[in-house]
């Protein structure tokens, strides 16, 4: 029976099931190829992990690694119920509050090396994380996409770590309350991005469609967003790398400064404050700041006699 000794958090409301140990051996030095190396031979490890029956399509995994970079306190590689992520704000500030949790780290600041990319987190006094994320970027703006019932949507196609369809037109409150139709538009959108051709940078995938509003209060919060995820699976929090987009397109169009407080509320209601610095190239370096906190301490377990040990999935 194999064993995987994890740290269950949310931020925002959003679970990360930060992986401390486990029987996944890297062959590869870089978290880019070791992110390749997860994918083609542990699959079947991630399924388990995050999947039902001990997981659940919300669930993202954070799988710690040796760092790549010298300096660097770990590598993570982010995984949810359908593959792996380029970044995830979330679940670095679970990171954080995991390995804090286990007295891993103080206070201050350390450094993690993400596939797309090192990124620092600021562990303050008051409990919260301070995270600094890659270059972000908007790559296109204002995007038509027909739909097929004859409606066209236009959004932002925009890099927070991972790619982004921003979109603001499309007449929907960003409440609970209108979740199957948020829903359903999310999805749509995403299949319409495929079937249009419409990509990021290089040819890549658009996997996060985001669908903006105003926010609950606005005493609280500046905007409010639904986001997909990869997997059909709306986030809880406000979405760090989502966050991170959005910021970028505010600056792009002069609605942010370099330095000024963006709060982006999550359609459950919580919040993350959000600010950016202008780099040399004309890219942004967002901040976000949340709280993350640890639900569970434990072991998984892998009997090979289970006939869904290694997850349940399509």
Known sequence: MERIRIVDTHTGGEPTRVVISSPIVFSSNTMAQRRIEFQQHFDDYRRAMVCEPRGNDVMVGALLTQPECEGS???????????????????????????EFLETISFG??????????????????????????????????????LRDG???????????NWFFICEDHGITVDLENLPQLDALAREL??????????????????????????????LADAKNFVMCPGAAYDRSPCGTGTSAKVACLAADGKLLPGQVF??????????????????DGRVLPTIIGNGYVNAEGELLL???DPFCMGIHS
């Not at 066209?152 to 770590?161: F, I, L, N, Q």
């Open 263 to 280: 709060r982006q509320e999550s359609i459950v209601g919580s919040v993350f404050d959000a600010s950016f610095q202008l780099l040399p």
């Open 73 to 99: 306190l770990a590598g993570v590689i982010f995984f949810n119920n359908v593959g792996t992520l380029g970044m995830c704000g979330h679940g670095t500030i679970g990171v954080a509050a995991a390995l």
């Open 190 to 219: 995403r299949y319409c991005l495929t079937l249009r051709g419409i990509v990021g940078e290089q040819g890549a995938e658009i996997d996060h469609v985001e669908l903006m509003g105003p926010p609950s209060d606005p005493k």
């Open 303 to 305: 009997d090979p006699r």
């Open 109 to 146: 600041t350390h450094r993690l090396d993400t596939p797309v990319g090192t990124i620092e987190f600021d562990l303050q006094l008051d409990g919260r994380v301070r995270l600094t994320n890659v270059a972000s970027f908007r790559w296109q703006t204002r995007v038509p996409v027909a």
């Open 151 to 161: 409606r066209t949507m236009h959004g932002d196609v925009a890099w927070g770590g």
